[in-house]
């Protein structure tokens, strides 16, 4: 069993950064491929970026990439999400999930845990 908790949420003005974190307990975490989606009110979830276990592997949602960078630390057990460039539409609760396989992906169906999520919000 693995519980995921994020942290580091908050209010950022628009062209600011923000990293959220999501701390991992198990021991076999290390193994897992991990990812982030986000929600907005009245939206579906979106994927926002994966990472394969061992961090070699990304994969990022068009509308963050070259702005956001996912990366992780075993040794903490820990999934980052760096934000720079913030825009209002990056305004969400951001989830942090794993999936018991060690590549990435980008389906939020094929995984098996899910945080409790973290609300960003970008003001203009």
């Known amino acids: 069993q693995v519980q995921l908790v994020e942290s580091g949420g908050g209010l950022v003005q628009v062209g600011g950064s923000l990293r959220v974190s999501c701390a991992a307990s198990?021991?076999?975490?290390?193994?897992?491929?991990m990812g982030w989606f986000r929600q907005s009110p009245g939206k579906e979830s979106e994927f926002v970026a994966t990472?394969?276990?061992?961090?070699?592997?990304?994969s990022y949602a068009d509308s963050v990439y070259g702005r956001f960078t996912i990366s992780r630390d075993i040794a903490k057990n820990t999934v980052y999400l760096q934000m720079n460039s913030l825009k209002p539409e990056d305004t969400a609760v951001y989830y942090c999930?794993?999936?018991?396989?060690?590549?990435?992906?980008?389906?939020?169906?094929?995984?098996?845990?899910w945080g409790q999520g973290t609300q960003v919000t970008v003001s203009s």
């Open positions: 999930a794993a999936r018991r396989v060690s590549t990435s992906s980008i389906r939020a169906e094929e995984y098996d845990y």
């Open positions: 198990g021991r076999t975490f290390s193994t897992y491929g």
């Open positions: 990472i394969n276990w061992v961090g070699s592997r990304t």
